[in-house]
């Protein structure tokens, strides 16, 4: 089959700029063909090469004594003790979710798990962070709808419980949802796989599912902004098969036992091309691929579409060849395919090789090494302005504002949907800050959550970014968890804009300035930007995914409160109201700077509160909504009224940082405030627990009215 | 008790049911779907939930015809205990070794959540642990767990006394609320909700652990 001729359409139809055209012209010394200009495009669109984060990326803690493995692999990996390890990652499908909700999603689920297991850890948890347009968004409805069955779909079959996440609307998003898949599993730390090949003339084996025309290009479409030509986008995004990664996954645990396994990198975005190079690069080899042999699902196909294919649930793998015969066993026991597509070589070559011709013959190093890299012109956001004087509103009223509203409301609908117990280890399910799974066969555990607000990041990158990082510290704290390490999943537009790649900076420069500080390096991580339709960016979202450790379950704080039982706040408030949640679902505005985040009481509080844990019935983190939103959600799982004693809006609603509510009894608080008084941690009876009511002051409403509410708005707005 | 764990490719259950089985002192062997006969000397079968190959074609009906399936139907026949839970109750079902069907649930979303049920009878090896109209819960977990058999098959089941569990609150649209049915002979049970996930207090409740204790007594018995 002859190949298209290069023309400069095909080039920019690529996602390549003319200069980076000139670059390859440069680097191969001739013409591309039509496949390697591909793999190209491929190698170099942004979602695979970071070209214009990587100089800020390179910016963050990475590193500390509980990293076994940070960015760069496909997940990283840090200590919880015991020679085990979690090994984590998030990643964003945002476009193709845009385009075919449930598949999208479904497959960005497959794709974070596969991130997982591939480096040969059994995955314990998931979570998604989502953000959609505005309920009354023509297409808002649907896309929940079909992201939600689709994360569901995928690991409900896959087999791995659903922890937590976010779910927020923004009219920023109506055109570009947000679909951010977290997944972390469980190894031992002797027993982790990483990418790297070696030794040359090894096998280079392919496994799992077959190849197909599904999407081809869709690494280069996730790098582009979207118009309205979307449509006819649909055939780049992949179908998942839950039960084939399934089988997947326990194939690979069982091949990895057998000791054949010598590299191991799964097929995600751009497939064979990426998987392929990236085994070479890092192991200092080339790789020669006979396409003949690749398992297809469909004839015809061209080496260009085999290379670009994002077929799901496929890894490739160098091999003992000494053990050839004990893998393939494991695989045919799965019923999954397992072909020898190539091996290594001593040159740094990729030769791809199809129909006895040669289809690609490339520098392998130069296709990954040499990836473009810009330093792209940025502008500093500007300071919000002051905010100003603030409608009023009723401390009652106000609190409607907020759980009626799908951002605020009980997200059951949600979760419910989703498997949160399968493997017998959970022992919190979502709804209550963060989620906890028990190490099987220990009384360890592990604490998870996701957290952003994008409305702060966008008013100021610098504090928002630290807020994330802050928020997610606090989750992990109130349940009593040592915070161990984070993943950053990074949403934002175009960055070819100055003030777009100014949000990004800014985001940067606040998480790795919190990450310091909190001893919570980052440790693997993802990029999505050009999320913008028609010009339009989304809200900055850097959504920070957080792991925790608990060293027995006896440390673990999530009771609830009992009637009488005494409300408690740690940290100062200041009625901090800029960027609040109460501003914009009472009022509609978003207005203000965000609140700043102190670094060094975000650590003292959280430190306070795991060494005092022994006081404490329950605790939650204060983020937006403050002080009246944490303690009416607190109230309200209980099936319990709650009463504070401050009345004004700015105290009730403020956003103020390093903040958590505490419920304990009697002889807990008085135990708590004891140990305060020896610190400088701020520490004050705010209220109690008890009754059908909830008060704020002289305001009041019954319970069961405004749980009502608070459990209908979100099915009534995506209904 | 020696109790034989099902694995088909999309089991995900299979572990938890093991452990639930062995908290409560049975000896469990993983059997793989290929095989074609059962340990020796097994006391019960556990079918377990999951998306056994991948709940194509409709829920449990390749499993069905697995080559374990044979072994686990000439089991029952002869007078085996075989406990299908949630994707397992949809295999037996398929299996022929109780009545009825398992059609998507009402509210056609996957339901994941912490369900009442009440205990209907204590006559058999499941249930004999419990008070007869107890309340219960056990979480459940599915999108097909929406029983339902005709008005001659139902009127059978109650009046032979073979609803072991019923939703309190309802749940998925079954027919007369029934989440867990036996066979004629009292040894099959099927249920979509999960006692294995309510073994353990770390789990949040222990209400299930009496299934497999009362089993374990029954099995030490006999």
Same mark, same amino acid.
């Given at each position: 089959?002859?190949?298209?001729?290069?023309?400069?359409?095909?080039?920019?139809? #690529?996602?390549?700029?003319?200069?980076?055209?000139?670059?390859?012209?440069?680097?191969?010394?001739?013409?591309?063909?039509?496949?390697?200009?591909?793999?190209?495009?491929?190698?170099?669109?942004?979602?695979?090469?970071?070209?214009?984060?990587?100089?800020?990326?390179?910016?963050?803690?990475?590193?500390?004594?509980?990293?076994?493995?940070?960015?760069?692999?496909?997940?990283?990996?840090?200590?919880?003790?015991?020679?085990?390890?979690?090994?984590?990652?998030?990643?964003?499908?945002? #476009?193709?979710?845009?385009?075919?909700? #449930?598949?999208?999603?479904?497959?960005?689920?497959?794709?974070?798990?596969?991130? /997982?297991?591939?480096?040969?850890?059994?995955?314990?948890?998931?979570?998604?962070?989502?953000?959609?347009?505005?309920?009354?968004?023509?297409?808002?409805?649907?896309?929940?709808?079909?992201?939600?069955?689709?994360?569901?779909?995928?690991?409900?079959?896959?087999?791995?419980?659903?922890? =937590?996440?976010?779910?927020?609307?923004?009219?920023? %998003?109506?055109?570009?949802?947000?679909?951010?898949?977290?997944?972390?599993?469980?190894?031992?730390?002797?027993? &982790?796989? %990483?990418?790297?090949?070696?030794? /040359?003339?090894?096998?280079?084996?392919?496994?799992?599912?077959?190849?197909?025309?599904?999407?081809? =290009?869709?690494?280069?479409?996730?790098?582009?902004?979207?118009?309205?030509?979307?449509?006819?986008?649909?055939?780049?995004?992949?179908?998942?098969?839950?039960?084939?990664?399934?089988?997947?996954?326990?194939?690979?645990?069982?091949?990895?036992?057998? =000791?054949?396994?010598?590299? &191991?990198?799964?097929?995600?975005?751009?497939?064979?091309?990426?998987?392929?190079?990236?085994?070479?690069?890092?192991?200092?080899?080339?790789?020669?691929?006979?396409?003949?042999?690749?398992?297809?699902?469909?004839?015809?196909?061209?080496?260009?579409?085999?290379?670009?294919?994002?077929?799901?649930?496929?890894?490739?793998?160098?091999?003992?060849?000494?053990?050839?015969?004990?893998?393939?066993?494991?695989?045919?026991?799965?019923?999954?395919?397992?072909?020898?597509?190539?091996?290594?070589?001593?040159?740094?070559?990729?030769?791809?090789? #199809?129909?006895?011709?040669?289809?690609?013959?490339?520098?392998?190093?130069?296709?990954?090494?040499?990836?473009?890299?810009?330093?792209?012109?940025?502008?500093?956001?500007?300071?919000?302005?002051?905010?100003?004087?603030?409608?009023?509103?009723?401390?009652?009223?106000?609190?409607?504002?907020?759980?009626?509203?799908?951002?605020?409301?009980?997200?059951?609908?949600?979760?419910?949907?989703?498997?949160?117990?399968?493997?017998?280890?959970?022992?919190?399910?979502?709804?209550?800050?963060?989620? /906890?799974?028990?190490?099987?066969?220990?009384?360890?555990?592990?604490?998870?959550?996701?957290?952003?607000?994008?409305?702060?990041?966008?008013?100021?990158?610098?504090?928002?970014?630290?807020?994330?990082?802050?928020?997610? %510290?606090?989750?992990?704290?109130?349940?009593?968890?040592?915070?161990?390490?984070?993943?950053?999943?990074?949403?934002?537009?175009?960055?070819?804009?100055?003030?777009?790649?100014?949000?990004?900076?800014?985001?940067?420069?606040?998480?790795?300035?919190?990450?310091?500080?909190?001893?919570?390096?980052?440790?693997?991580?993802? /990029?999505?930007?050009?999320?913008?339709?028609?010009?339009?960016?989304?809200?900055?979202?850097?959504?920070? =995914?957080?792991?925790?450790?608990?060293?027995?379950?006896?440390?673990?704080?999530?009771?609830?409160?009992?009637?009488?039982? &005494?409300?408690?706040?740690?940290?100062?408030?200041?009625?901090?109201?800029?960027?609040?949640?109460?501003?914009?679902?009472?009022?509609?505005?978003?207005?203000?700077?965000?609140?700043?985040?102190?670094?060094?009481?975000?650590?003292?509080?959280?430190?306070?509160?795991?060494?005092?844990?022994?006081?404490?019935?329950?605790?939650?983190?204060?983020?937006?909504?403050?002080?009246?939103?944490?303690?009416?959600?607190?109230?309200?799982?209980?099936?319990?009224?709650?009463?504070?004693?401050?009345?004004?809006?700015?105290?009730?609603?403020?956003?103020?940082?390093?903040?958590?509510?505490?419920?304990?009894?009697?002889?807990?608080?008085?135990?708590?405030?004891?140990?305060?008084?020896?610190?400088?941690?701020?520490?004050?009876?705010?209220?109690?627990?008890?009754?059908?009511? &909830?008060?704020?002051?002289?305001?009041?409403?019954?319970?069961?009215?405004?749980?009502?509410?608070?459990?209908?708005?979100?099915?009534?707005?995506?209904? | 008790?020696?109790?034989?764990?099902?694995?088909?490719?999309?089991?995900?259950?299979?572990?938890?049911?093991?452990?639930?089985?062995?908290?409560?002192?049975?000896?469990?062997?993983?059997?793989?779907?290929?095989?074609?006969?059962?340990?020796?000397?097994?006391?019960?079968?556990?079918?377990?939930?999951?998306?056994?190959?991948?709940?194509?074609?409709?829920?449990?009906?390749?499993?069905?015809?697995?080559?374990?399936?044979?072994?686990?139907?000439?089991?029952?026949?002869?007078?085996?205990?075989?406990?299908?839970?949630?994707?397992?109750?949809?295999?037996?079902?398929?299996?022929?070794?109780?009545?009825?069907?398992?059609?998507?649930?009402?509210?056609?979303?996957?339901?994941?959540?912490?369900?009442?049920?009440?205990?209907?009878?204590?006559?058999?090896?499941?249930?004999?642990?419990?008070?007869?109209?107890?309340?219960?819960?056990?979480?459940?977990?599915?999108?097909?767990?929406?029983?339902?058999?005709?008005?001659?098959?139902?009127?059978?089941?109650?009046?032979?006394?073979?609803?072991?569990?019923?939703?309190?609150?309802?749940?998925?649209?079954?027919?007369?609320?029934?989440?867990?049915?036996?066979?004629?002979?009292?040894?099959?049970?099927?249920?979509?909700?999960?006692?294995?996930?309510?073994?353990?207090?770390?789990?949040?409740?222990?209400?299930?652990?009496?299934?497999?204790?009362?089993?374990?007594?029954?099995?030490?018995?006999?």
């Amino acid at each position: 089959m002859t190949e298209p001729k290069i023309t400069p359409e095909l080039i920019a139809a #690529h996602g390549l700029k003319p200069d980076e055209y000139a670059r390859i012209l440069t680097i191969i010394g001739r013409e591309p063909s039509f496949t390697e200009l591909g793999i190209f495009s491929a190698m170099w669109n942004e979602h695979c090469s970071y070209k214009s984060s990587k100089k800020w990326l390179r910016t963050l803690p990475t590193t500390g004594p509980q990293v076994i493995c940070g960015p760069g692999e496909n997940a990283g990996v840090v200590d919880i003790g015991d020679g085990q390890a979690v090994v984590f990652k998030m990643e964003s499908h945002n #476009h193709p979710s845009y385009i075919e909700p #449930h598949q999208g999603a479904a497959t960005g689920v497959g794709g974070i798990l596969r991130d /997982v297991f591939t480096m040969g850890a059994r995955p314990i948890a998931a979570m998604d962070s989502l953000s959609f347009g505005v309920p009354a968004h023509p297409k808002t409805a649907h896309l929940v709808k079909g992201v939600v069955e689709g994360v569901g779909g995928y690991g409900n079959a896959f087999g791995v419980p659903n922890l =937590g996440g976010e779910v927020r609307f923004h009219a920023a %998003y109506n055109g570009n949802c947000l679909v951010n898949a977290f997944a972390a599993g469980l190894a031992d730390t002797d027993k &982790i796989f %990483y990418s790297a090949a070696s030794g /040359v003339g090894m096998p280079v084996v392919y496994l799992g599912a077959k190849t197909g025309r599904d999407g081809v =290009g869709g690494a280069t479409m996730a790098s582009a902004e979207f118009d309205d030509t979307i449509e006819e986008k649909r055939p780049t995004v992949q179908v998942g098969d839950p039960f084939t990664e399934k089988c997947l996954m326990e194939a690979c645990m069982e091949l990895m036992a057998t =000791g054949a396994v010598i590299s &191991i990198q799964d097929m995600g975005a751009a497939g064979l091309t990426c998987s392929a190079v990236e085994m070479g690069d890092k192991g200092d080899l080339g790789i020669r691929l006979d396409l003949d042999r690749v398992p297809v699902r469909e004839v015809g196909m061209t080496a260009y579409e085999m290379m670009l294919s994002e077929s799901q649930e496929r890894m490739l793998m160098v091999l003992n060849p000494a053990l050839e015969a004990v893998a393939k066993a494991v695989f045919v026991k799965w019923d999954l395919d397992f072909a020898i597509v190539g091996e290594t070589i001593a040159e740094d070559r990729f030769l791809v090789l #199809h129909g006895n011709q040669v289809k690609a013959d490339l520098p392998l190093k130069a296709l990954s090494g040499t990836a473009p890299e810009y330093d792209r012109p940025w502008v500093e956001t500007p300071p919000a302005a002051p905010l100003g004087a603030v409608p009023e509103i009723g401390a009652i009223e106000a609190l409607r504002a907020l759980i009626s509203s799908p951002n605020y409301a009980h997200k059951a609908w949600v979760w419910e949907q989703y498997d949160t117990q399968v493997g017998g280890d959970t022992v919190r399910r979502p709804g209550q800050g963060a989620g /906890v799974v028990r190490v099987h066969g220990t009384q360890k555990a592990l604490a998870f959550t996701s957290d952003v607000t994008p409305r702060y990041v966008k008013a100021n990158p610098y504090e928002g970014g630290k807020q994330a990082v802050a928020e997610a %510290y606090r989750n992990l704290s109130a349940v009593g968890a040592l915070p161990l390490a984070t993943t950053d999943n990074l949403n934002f537009g175009n960055p070819e804009k100055p003030e777009i790649m100014g949000q990004m900076v800014g985001a940067i420069k606040g998480i790795g300035e919190a990450c310091r500080a909190l001893d919570f390096p980052i440790v693997s991580g993802n /990029v999505s930007l050009y999320n913008e339709t028609d010009g339009t960016g989304i809200l900055p979202t850097p959504t920070i =995914g957080a792991v925790g450790l608990l060293a027995s379950l006896d440390e673990l704080i999530a009771g609830q409160p009992a009637e009488g039982d &005494i409300a408690l706040l740690i940290g100062d408030s200041f009625g901090h109201l800029g960027q609040s949640a109460l501003l914009v679902e009472a009022f509609g505005l978003e207005a203000g700077d965000a609140p700043m985040v102190d670094l060094v009481a975000e650590r003292r509080h959280g430190e306070f509160l795991r060494a005092q844990r022994q006081h404490v019935k329950g605790a939650t983190d204060l983020a937006d909504g403050g002080l009246a939103l944490a303690a009416f959600e607190m109230a309200e799982a209980a099936g319990l009224g709650v009463t504070l004693v401050a009345e004004d809006i700015a105290t009730l609603f403020g956003e103020d940082q390093a903040r958590y509510l505490l419920v304990c009894d009697g002889a807990g608080a008085a135990a708590l405030e004891a140990a305060a008084l020896l610190t400088d941690v701020p520490l004050a009876r705010v209220g109690h627990f008890g009754g059908n009511a &909830i008060r704020f002051g002289a305001a009041t409403a019954s319970l069961a009215e405004l749980s009502m509410l608070y459990r209908g708005a979100f099915a009534a707005a995506v209904a | 008790m020696k109790a034989a764990v099902i694995t088909f490719p999309g089991s995900n259950c299979d572990r938890d049911l093991a452990v639930a089985f062995e908290r409560a002192g049975a000896e469990v062997t993983r059997v793989w779907h290929k095989d074609s006969v059962l340990p020796e000397g097994t006391d019960i079968v556990g079918v377990p939930g999951g998306f056994s190959y991948g709940d194509y074609l409709r829920c449990g009906a390749i499993a069905a015809q697995s080559p374990i399936g044979g072994a686990i139907r000439d089991f029952a026949g002869r007078g085996g205990y075989v406990l299908g839970i949630c994707n397992g109750f949809q295999v037996i079902t398929e299996m022929g070794l109780l009545p009825g069907a398992l059609m998507r649930n009402a509210g056609l979303k996957f339901v994941c959540k912490p369900a009442t049920l009440r205990v209907e009878t204590t006559d058999c090896a499941y249930t004999s642990g419990y008070a007869k109209g107890a309340e219960v819960v056990f979480p459940v977990a599915h999108h097909d767990g929406n029983y339902t058999i005709d008005a001659e098959g139902l009127a059978r089941l109650e009046g032979e006394d073979r609803v072991a569990f019923r939703y309190v609150d309802g749940l998925n649209g079954s027919v007369a609320d029934i989440a867990g049915v036996l066979s004629a002979n009292r040894r099959v049970l099927g249920l979509m909700p999960h006692p294995e996930r309510a073994v353990d207090p770390a789990q949040g409740g222990t209400d299930g652990s009496a299934v497999f204790r009362a089993l374990a007594s029954v099995m030490a018995r006999a």
